[in-house]
């Protein structure tokens, strides 16, 4: 129980979690500034910015469901931290796994976008509605290229289970090169899912102010901020276990800095691609994702299928 | 409590978040104030952000005379942001009314209608003195000892003490 409890809270929970998602948002600001050729933000921003916003009053519409307004917040970030329990950080085995948590991370990352929605729903603001009506119309466009690209290496490995499919491609490091259209896709998904640009239509600061947003301020925007920076760091992690299923065996040491060099080479990639292009219309988002993503990802489906019947 | 307190007002000073609300200027001096927020002065050196929502926002950057249209919105702005607010008028209009000063339509400078922590003149005024006027503003925070008292007025050419 206690050890649980130190699980959630401190390691790998919200305090590391969180700290480790403010530097990589740091990391992420610099980069999009100086590909921007501007100077970019000092170290601490990220840091600067939490206490800030978490000193600051807490304003409940008065139209808002206050209930709802209060928990979404909340349910994000937890969710976010729960499925980093299932993922492999710096070794072969998560903290917890079990046969098919592949399905659960994926099905836990879900849960902060649907509290966006949520969220956006019940602050029953205009701008907010529209953002909630727009993040669930997003959800629909990546989530399932995402689905079938985290679950076509585990055909391939036999399992569904994410500690599982790691060991199996570190033991045949070969054959993670079947899976670099998955890789795109993924990358494709997850910059969808985390809301950045060119997929960041629910938030289009200037179409509908701040989106599902628009009515949070101070500690429960803090705590949104704060699912979104862990989301980014999980969803690194869940792409780098997949497909980047190097260093693990190394020792707790060199596997954890091995670690951080994986999910720096992916948010590097989710910055570079953030900075080369501008942010798409949400018809646009669709059909981009259901006409170019969704194939790719079948394609990889198809890989996964043919090359499982001359592996094992 | 001492740690807590300066770690929060140092928090306070590093994070300004802005948010630009034009309350009938002429349009120059939001042009100055898009033109301090882009690439080339790159605000988000001194960890300001330009927001959409007054509730995320801390700084109220108000530009041009009130209007008596635009008043009760102005008012809502300013209650619609969580606290601790302030709100820099920026531009000579701001300030008193400026040019448009004594229009049947014209309530007057900004702090007609809310309080107004810095002004800042000029017509327009340069992307400079504005980033002047917030970094002074945020400095009295830190060190409210020291620093000027509430409302800061930047005056980089003397406009005001030659009484142009
Ligand atoms: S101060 Fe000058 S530039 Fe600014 S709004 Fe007034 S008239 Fe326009």
Sequence with gaps: MAASIIEMIVFPGFVFLGVLGMIFEYVDRILYARLQNRKGPPWFQPFADFIKLAAKEDIVPRE?????????????????????FYIPLWGPAALHSFAGDAVVVIYLLTI?????FLAGWYSTSLYSTVGAVRTITQLFAYEVPLFLVILAPGILAKTWSLSEMAAFYSAHPLLCLSNVVGFVVAIVALQGKLERIPFDIPEAETEIVAGTFTEYSGRLLVLFRLAISIETV??????SA??????????????????????????????????????????????????????????????????????? | MGLIKSLVTWSRVKSPWVIHFNTGACNACDIEIVASITPKFDLERFGVQLKGTPRHADVLLCSGPVTRQI?????????????????????????????FNGCYNVKGGID??????AYI???????EAIIDGVVKLLGSLKNPAAAPKLPITIDPAGVLEKGA
């Excluded at chain 1, 307004?69 to 969710?79: E, I, R, S």
């Design chain 1, 64 to 84: 808002a469901d206050s209930v709802m307004f209060k928990v979404t917040p909340l349910l994000a970030a937890t969710a976010t931290v729960v499925a980093s």
């Design chain 1, 112 to 116: 902060p976008t649907m509290s966006f």
């Design chain 1, 234 to 239: 999980v969803g690194a992690a869940l792409i």
């Design chain 1, 242 to 312: 997949v497909f980047l299923p190097f260093g693990y065996g190394l020792g707790a040491a060199w596997g954890f800095v091995v670690f951080i060099v994986k999910i720096a080479f992916v948010m590097v990639i989710l910055a570079v691609f953030k900075t080369s292009v501008a942010r798409l219309r949400i018809e646009q988002m669709v059909n981009f994702c259901w006409k170019y993503v969704a194939p790719a990802a079948v394609l990889q489906l198809f890989i996964s299928l043919i090359l499982s019947a001359f592996v094992g």
């Design chain 2, 71 to 99: 008043e009760s919105r102005l008012k809502r702005v300013y209650e619609q942001m969580s606290n601790p607010k302030f709100v820099v008028a920026i531009g000579t209009c701001a300030c008193s009314g400026g040019v």
């Design chain 2, 112 to 117: 007609t209608v809310i309080p107004v922590s």
């Design chain 2, 121 to 127: 003149p000029g017509c327009p005024v340069r992307p």
